[in-house]
């Protein structure tokens, strides 16, 4: 899943991009509230971690944008500011979740796990599909009973077919789900980390749409 991360505090950004880089997420670091807009314009992601306190335009104008440009994707707000108006604020701006600075990391995993699930309309933690089951806050899967060990990119690319189930998933889209701005990818990286997926799983689990791309089989 790609995240995008708005905040001008440097030592904060290094330590939640570093965090969330370790739990497999790709993440996309901008520093002001007009980079925020630029960001989100032109990439599909699929969450942003947003502070209020931002140079130029702060969080609530970015948020106020964001949902008059009809877009759905869930903002959780993190800010030192505590006050009860402060949150009331920004959740009737369009804001989804709040947390307050100082925050733990393992809580901010938590609410984006929590996030992720609601905006994909799933309640139960643990993704089930068939014989595959998959436990996002461990990133442990299963398949027919059995432990699989995977790669980083092979479990943020299982993860996303699993999400939605059915659909059919274009390379490109699968590219911007897995990668962040300053990776350099392949030509045939995905096809590669989908040949890696059907050795460990089966060759039937991911089916090739022909020119169009891949899914994740019912």
Same mark, same amino acid.
Not at 107 to 111: D, G, I, K, Q
Not at 148 to 161: D, H, N, P
Not at 169 to 177: A, F, G, Y
Not at 207 to 218: N, Q
């Given at each position: 899943?790609?995240?995008?991360?708005?905040?001008?505090?440097?030592?904060?950004?290094?330590?939640?991009?570093?965090?969330?880089?370790?739990?497999?997420?790709a993440?996309?670091?901008?520093?002001?509230?007009?980079?925020?807009?630029?960001?989100?314009?032109?990439?599909?992601?699929?969450?942003?971690?947003?502070?209020?306190?931002?140079?130029?335009?702060?969080?609530?104008?970015?948020?106020?944008?964001?949902?008059?440009?009809?877009?759905?994707?869930?903002?959780?707000?993190?800010?030192?500011?505590?006050?009860?108006?402060?949150?009331?604020?920004?959740?009737?701006?369009?804001?989804?979740?709040?947390?307050?600075?100082?925050?733990?990391?393992d809580? /901010? +995993?938590?609410?984006i796990? #929590? $996030? &992720?699930?609601?905006? *994909?309309? %799933?309640?139960?933690?643990?993704?089930? =599909?068939g014989?595959?089951?998959?436990?996002?806050?461990?990133?442990?899967?299963?398949?027919?009973?059995?432990?699989?060990? /995977? +790669?980083?990119?092979?479990? #943020? $690319? &299982?993860?996303?077919? *699993?999400? %939605?189930?059915?659909?059919?998933?274009? =390379?490109?889209?699968?590219?911007?789900?897995?990668?962040?701005?300053?990776?350099?990818?392949g030509?045939?990286?995905?096809?590669?980390?989908?040949?890696?997926?059907?050795?460990?799983?089966?060759?039937?689990a991911?089916?090739?749409?022909?020119?169009?791309?891949?899914?994740?089989?019912?």
């Open positions: 899943m790609r995240i995008l991360l708005v905040e001008d505090d440097e030592m904060i950004g290094e330590s939640v991009v570093a965090g969330l880089e370790s739990e497999d997420y993440v996309d670091w901008v520093k002001d509230g007009d980079s925020a807009l630029i960001a989100m314009n032109t990439t599909p992601f699929s969450l942003v971690i947003l502070d209020l306190g931002l140079p130029g335009k702060d969080g609530i104008q970015v948020i106020r944008e964001l949902r008059a440009r009809r877009n759905p994707t869930p903002i959780l707000v993190t800010t030192a500011r505590d006050t009860v108006d402060d949150r009331i604020r920004g959740l009737d701006s369009g804001a989804d979740d709040y947390l307050i600075k100082p925050y733990d990391l809580e /901010l +995993s938590a609410r796990r #929590a $996030l &992720l699930r609601r905006s *994909a309309g %799933r309640a139960d933690p643990i993704i089930e =599909r014989e595959l089951r998959i436990s996002p806050a461990t990133r442990e899967v299963t398949y027919r009973g059995q432990p699989v060990i /995977l +790669s980083s990119k092979e479990y #943020a $690319l &299982l993860a996303a077919l *699993a999400e %939605r189930q059915g659909v059919v998933w274009s =390379r490109s889209q699968l590219e911007e789900k897995l990668y962040n701005w300053d990776n350099t990818v030509s045939n990286a995905i096809e590669v980390h989908i040949h890696h997926l059907r050795k460990k799983l089966s060759d039937s991911i089916k090739t749409v022909r020119g169009v791309g891949y899914l994740l089989e019912t």
